[in-house]
């Protein structure tokens, strides 16, 4: 009956603890690392959201001091307040322009990266075992570099926005630039400047 069903079971789990706690671990370490990529995709878009909220933000606050910096244009010597308004105005118009393609294009790749994770849960797909963290590792393969890439390019909104009003510029990490003054400075080194 259901006491003997149970008893074997509680037998069975005491016999083979070490197979039960393993899969348990492997469950746990899998369960952990999906939640993470979770969390980062949720980070990504979240961060990339606030950007176009920002961009609304500012430009309705700008478009309300409005009337307090159209009149400046009339008096020369205080034009520079219009103009520094004109430009607020003009840049942050952009800069919503430039993080809501920024955010569509990270949550178009995002949307592709998790239909990715629902082709492992339909397959049905053993979680619990070492099948369960190989599988959240290729996942992590894939997800990792987008969360970084994604999260790069949200954070470039306001210096491409930057780039687009000015006419000038690259827009990096600024990695490379750092890398050949060290090679500079390496060189001087060893070469004793010659």
Do not use: H
Request: proline share 3%.
């Amino acid at each position: 009956g259901v006491f003997g069903g149970r008893a074997a079971f509680g037998w069975n789990l005491v016999t083979d603890l070490p197979a039960v706690l393993d899969a348990a671990f492997d469950l746990a370490v899998t369960l952990v690392l999906m939640m993470l990529l979770a969390l980062g995709l949720v980070v990504v878009f979240a961060l990339g959201q606030a950007q176009v909220m920002w961009a609304q933000l500012a430009l309705s606050i700008a478009l309300v001091l409005g009337p307090i910096f159209i009149p400046w244009l009339l008096v020369p010597q205080l034009s520079f307040l219009f103009w520094g308004w004109l430009r607020t105005v003009l840049v942050y118009s952009l800069y919503g322009a430039v993080a809501a393609a920024i955010f569509r294009v990270v949550t178009e790749l995002g949307v592709f990266v998790v239909q990715g994770w629902t082709g492992d849960v339909a397959a049905g797909v053993e979680w619990a075992g070492p099948t369960g963290i190989m599988t959240a590792w290729r996942r992590s393969m894939v997800t990792i570099p987008y969360i970084v890439a994604a999260g790069l390019a949200t954070l470039k909104v306001g210096e491409l926005t930057q780039m687009l009003i000015s006419g000038g510029g690259n827009v990096g990490s600024g990695a490379s630039g750092r890398a050949m003054q060290t090679a500079a400075v390496a060189r001087v080194a060893v070469t004793g400047g010659v």
